[in-house]
Every structure is written in C-alpha cells, then in structure tokens.
C-alpha cells in the first residue's frame, strides 16, 4: 500500500519560507509527475507546482519566482520551497503523484501553510 506523507507546514510572517516535503511509502515503479496543490478555505484546490519525468517544471502564475519544486528520485521524495511567502498562500497543501500508466494518483493527507503575522 502505497502512501504519501508531508511535513513543513506551519505558522509563518509574510515574506518569510517554509519548504515542504512529501515522501512515499510503499513501492511505487514508475511516477509521471509530482506535484502541489493547495486548497484555501472555500476555494477550490489548485496546482500550485509540478515537475514530470524528464525534469520539466510548471508552476502557477501566482508562485512563479517565490516556489521552487525538487524531487529525490531514489528517496520517492518531493519538496517546495515557498519563499516570499504571503498571506494569499495560507491553504492546506496536498502532494499528489501520477503513476505510469497515466491517470492514476496517490495523494498525501495535507499540511497546514498559514501565512500571518
């Protein structure tokens, strides 16, 4: 059984970082994409970054140039670096893997960004 797990969140001023991890447990053989989103209270949820097999990057307009995904392929483990955080990021974040073949995906429980001050 396959499960991902997250850490990072938590309670930060604006403009400070946070960098989130979400490692998996269980065997998985091939993974397309790795992935975050976030859902903020009453909003749906959002990609905010992915990078796929190959290395390709997508991020969402509204984290360009502050977030940084990474991937460890051998540890099965994604990060994101959140910097020049603000208080518009706040939501819960989920990872998310798509396995090979396509469409299928496992997500992480969800970790709690609050950005305040």
């Known amino acids: 059984q396959v499960q991902l797990v997250e850490s990072g969140g938590g309670l930060v001023q604006p403009g400070g970082s946070l960098r989130l991890s979400c490692a998996a447990s269980?065997?998985?053989?091939?993974?397309?994409?790795m992935g975050w989103y976030r859902q903020a209270p009453g909003k749906q949820r959002e990609l905010v970054a992915e990078?796929?097999?190959?290395?390709?990057?997508n991020y969402a307009d509204s984290v360009k140039g502050r977030f940084t995904i990474s991937r460890d392929n051998v540890k099965n483990t994604v990060y994101l670096q959140m910097n020049s955080l603000k208080p518009e990021d706040t939501a819960v974040y989920y990872c998310?893997?798509?396995?090979?073949?396509?469409?299928?995906?496992?997500w992480g429980q969800g970790t709690q960004v609050t950005v305040s001050s």
């Open positions: 269980g065997r998985i053989f091939s993974i397309y994409s």
């Open positions: 998310r893997f798509e396995i090979i073949p396509r469409g299928y995906y496992y």
């Open positions: 990078i796929i097999t190959g290395g390709s990057t």
